[in-house]
């Protein structure tokens, strides 16, 4: 059983930047991916970015080139570094648990429940 708590969301210009941080808790920390999911209002999850148990990061094509995946699995935190911001990037950001996938692996398009452990979500609004 994992426990994810994001922070570090807010209220930023277009342009701007944000890093987000998933505190995660619990048995085996560094056996999972760690993946970031949006929710627009009205819209479904979209994969963001993910990093799988040994640090290799993988990118949704609209932002490979703005934003960052890292874990640090001696504090048991991941973090999405995010870069000149856009509109678009608006939504609810989680971070969520997938165990023991693939070596070197995760995915930002999981099969239902393939990320078994989900935080609660922290808001990022992109403002014009």
């Known amino acids: 059983q994992l426990h994810l708590v994001e922070s570090g969301g807010g209220l930023v210009q277009f342009g701007g930047s944000l890093r987000l941080s998933c505190e995660i808790s619990g048995f085996r920390v560094g056996d999972y991916a760690i993946g970031w999911f949006r929710q627009a209002p009205g819209k479904g999850y979209v994969g963001v970015a993910c990093?799988?148990?040994?640090?290799?990061?993988y990118y949704g094509d609209s932002v490979k080139d703005r934003f960052s995946i890292s874990r640090d699995n001696s504090k048991n935190m991941a973090y999405l570094q995010m870069e000149d911001l856009k509109s678009e990037d608006t939504g609810v950001y989680y971070c969520?648990?997938?165990?023991?996938?693939?070596?070197?692996?995760?995915?930002?398009?999981?099969?239902?429940?393939?990320?078994?452990?989900w935080g609660q979500g922290t808001q990022v609004t992109v403002s014009p």
């Open positions: 990093v799988s148990p040994t640090g290799v990061g």
């Open positions: 969520a648990a997938n165990w023991n996938p693939p070596p070197e692996t995760c995915t930002i398009q999981p099969r239902p429940g393939q990320y078994e452990y």
